[in-house]
């Protein structure tokens, strides 16, 4: 069932079915990845890897250094030796800002952008209520979260192809596995690095059911952003900042020992679901008594 369809009240005698609920997600997903603004957001992000390789390439021309101890910028010392580190490179640099901003642009407007246009009250005529509704907007984020990761991703391992050597893979242990098996870890921490934004998805969303601006809610969910951001480097409060969303983001690179380093990622695989959790449920909450008049 198309927008339209929704807008013209169809359907709105009979209970939902299976397959127009289906329709629904498709629908919320589809509008997503289409909207020019996502499509920037998308394009900026495939571009940071291309920057980041040529900067390195440029760099180091045809020598190659090593060395650090896997976490962010030490990733970059290991791009010339061979191509796939560059992925890791370019999600250890887009994890701390841009894949959170972009995350937090779309989840702000999910809700608060519908009744800015004035189409929010025209969805909800819809059989499928306000609760299936907003759980539409929030797999549509996930869905661009998972997206966003994977475009970065795949521009930095064809950058990485293009430029420099790819073999066997040098942990960051000193293990040295294939590159097929490297291949593999990419995708695990590209996995990673997505469910990592599950909290500022669920944070976003929530901040957009208090609006009616969908400019207000992208600009109050991105400075919350910054501001966990800044709390994480004060060691004065080293007491909330394993509370903070953004803490244990760069756990990914546990990944790249052997053998792997369990801890620090379920920690943060937790966080992100308490999150999802405690502001998705205020979300629902916030939602299902708001009044709609637009």
Not at 55 to 76: C, L, Q, Y
Not at 96 to 101: D, E, I, S, V
Not at 136 to 161: D, E, I, Q, R
Not at 191 to 199: D, F, Q, T, W
Request: glycine share 10%; aromatic share 8%; with cysteine.
């Amino acid at each position: 069932m198309s927008r339209a369809d929704v807008a013209e009240g169809r359907g709105t005698r009979t209970p939902p079915s299976p397959l127009w609920q289906l329709s629904l997600f498709r629908s919320e997903i589809t509008t997503v990845l289409r909207r020019w603004r996502t499509l920037a957001l998308l394009g900026v992000l495939a571009a940071v890897p291309v920057l980041v390789g040529i900067a390195v390439r440029m760099e180091t021309g045809d020598g190659g250094s090593s060395g650090g101890d896997g976490h962010g910028p030490a990733f970059i010392s290991q791009i010339s030796n061979n191509g796939l580190f560059l992925v890791f490179a370019s999600l250890a640099a887009t994890l701390p800002f841009f894949l959170p901003m972009a995350v937090g642009v779309v989840a702000g407007d999910a809700v608060a952008g519908e009744a800015g246009s004035g189409t929010l009250r025209y969805l909800l005529v819809a059989p499928a209520g306000r609760t299936r509704l907003l759980l539409a907007k929030y797999a549509s984020t996930l869905v661009f979260c998972l997206t966003a990761t994977l475009v970065v991703a795949v521009s930095a391992l064809t950058v990485g192809m293009l430029l420099f050597p790819v073999g066997d893979v040098t942990l960051i242990s000193g293990t040295q596995i294939s590159f097929g098996e490297g291949l593999l870890r990419a995708v695990a921490i590209a996995g990673v690095v997505a469910a990592s934004l599950i909290g500022v998805a669920a944070v976003g969303l929530f901040v957009s059911t208090l609006t009616n601006s969908g400019i207000a809610a992208m600009a109050t969910t991105v400075g919350l952003l910054i501001t966990a951001q800044i709390l994480d480097q004060f060691p004065q409060l080293h007491a909330v900042q394993p509370y903070l969303f953004p803490h244990y983001w760069l756990s990914f690179a546990d990944l790249l020992r052997e053998p792997v380093y369990w801890e620090q990622l379920q920690r943060n695989l937790g966080l992100q679901a308490l999150y999802a959790a405690v502001f998705g449920s205020a979300a629902w909450a916030r939602f299902t008594t708001k009044d709609i008049t637009v």
